[in-house]
C-alpha cells in the first residue's frame, strides 16, 4: 500500500541525539497514521511513538517520553523521530510503519506497511 524507508540510524554516545527520517512513496501518505517501533535482539518489537494523520496528536512509549519526538511532513511524505538523550537500552533496529485507517494504534499487528529498518547503537 505504501513503501517506507528509513535512513538516519547510527552509532552514537550516551547522552547524544540522532533523527532519524522515514520517506513513503504513497499518494495517500496524509491519510495514515505513523508509527515507530524498534526491535533489540532477542526482544518483540516494541512501539515507540505514533503520530496521526493530523500531526497534531502524538503518543509515546513510557519508555521514551519527553525524551523522543515524532513529527511529520505531509507535503515531503515524512516522518520523523528525534532522538534525545539517548541511552544504551535504546539501541535496536527501528521501524517506521504506516497504519492506513489514520487511527491510534501501539500493536505492529495494526499496522499495514513496514519499512527496513535502521539501527541505532548507543554506546556507554
Known amino acids: 500500500q505504501v513503501q517506507l524507508v528509513e535512513s538516519g540510524g547510527g552509532l552514537v554516545q550516551a547522552g547524544g541525539s540522532l533523527r532519524l527520517s522515514c520517506a513513503a512513496s504513497?499518494?495517500?501518505?496524509?491519510?495514515?497514521?505513523m508509527g515507530w517501533f524498534r526491535q533489540a535482539p532477542g526482544k518483540e518489537r516494541e512501539f515507540v511513538a505514533v503520530?496521526?494523520?493530523?500531526?497534531?496528536?502524538?503518543y509515546y512509549a513510557a519508555s521514551v517520553k519527553g525524551r523522543f519526538t515524532i513529527s511529520r511532513d505531509n507535503a515531503k511524505n515524512t516522518v520523523y523521530l528525534q532522538m534525545n538523550s539517548l541511552k544504551p537500552e535504546d539501541t535496536a533496529v527501528y521501524y517506521c510503519?504506516?497504519?492506513?485507517?489514520?487511527?491510534?494504534?501501539?500493536?505492529?499487528?495494526?499496522?499495514?506497511?513496514w519499512g527496513q529498518g535502521t539501527q541505532v547503537t548507543v554506546s556507554s
Open positions: 504513497g499518494r495517500t501518505f496524509s491519510s495514515y497514521s
Open positions: 510503519a504506516a497504519e492506513v485507517s489514520g487511527e491510534v494504534h501501539t500493536t505492529p499487528s495494526t499496522f499495514d506497511s
Open positions: 503520530i496521526l494523520r493530523s500531526g497534531v496528536n502524538t
